[in-house]
DNA sequence: TGACGATATGTCGGATGTGACATATACTCC
DNA sequence: GGAGTATATGTCACATCCGACATATCGTCA
């Protein structure tokens, strides 16, 4: 499955600044891939935030490194769907609140 | 993280008869990531189903291979939930069914 | 200003995942 | 029994992802 490719042009710069690009050359999956990630990511720093720890505090509960955090609360591309299921699953979540966060409408990053 | 040395012992074999072996020696994050699999992997099956199509030419529409799909199927250890996802994305499913799929109760498999 | 703590970005070696292919198994229908 | 079609299983080369480390950027406090 292509995907990378396209990814790429992306994290130039932008698409994390509007409504994560259906105005880029993005085909629908592709977009709504995307916009999981970014969900799933931002509910992570959510998370992450409310208990005040630092990226290295949580990287050490989930044995990842603060590197890596970083870039999963980012949506970074070298971050799959499946690490970010897997952390939040670590981190207590249950299928339910996944399938909330999924659902869940993004809100606005920044100003 | 680890998790695959786990999950090998599993495939040796079971773990598709019963309730997803919290029997066996699967910490809660392992088998919540497990369920999820097998819950999206049933469910594209099913898709298939319904649409009569064969493992290939699904394969053809999400540019895979008949193998591919029939792990996918299966919930094989070497498909991410990743591969799961954005294959239902390619095939068109929403977020929210996504979000169906992984909130739903499994079916018992056979009997 | 500088020092400090936190987060971001870049890179790399090794681990995992992926499509493809070969092959095995299963299930008709003749 | 064989032929034909579908699905399962094993393997492999190549791609992608991962944790780790180094380093840069940012924010705050003195």
């Known amino acids: 499955m292509m995907r990378e490719s396209k990814r790429k042009r992306l994290e130039a710069k932008g698409w994390r600044v509007g409504s994560t690009g259906e105005f880029l050359n993005l085909s629908p999956e592709e977009a709504a891939y ?6 799933l990511a931002s509910k992570l720093r959510e ?10 505090d949580l990287a050490r509960r989930v044995k990842s490194s603060q590197s890596r955090v ?8 070298s971050v799959s ?3 970010l299921i897997r952390t939040l699953l670590a981190l207590g979540a249950s299928s339910r609140e996944i399938a909330r966060i999924i659902t ?5 990053t920044a100003a």
Chains 1, 2 share one sequence.
């Open 34 to 39: 995307v916009e999981l990630k970014i969900k």
């Open 47 to 56: 998370w992450r935030a409310r208990r005040r720890l630092t990226q290295g």
């Open 70 to 77: 970083a870039k999963m609360e980012a949506g970074d591309p």
């Open 81 to 83: 769907l499946d690490l």
């Open 104 to 108: 869940s409408r993004r809100r606005a």
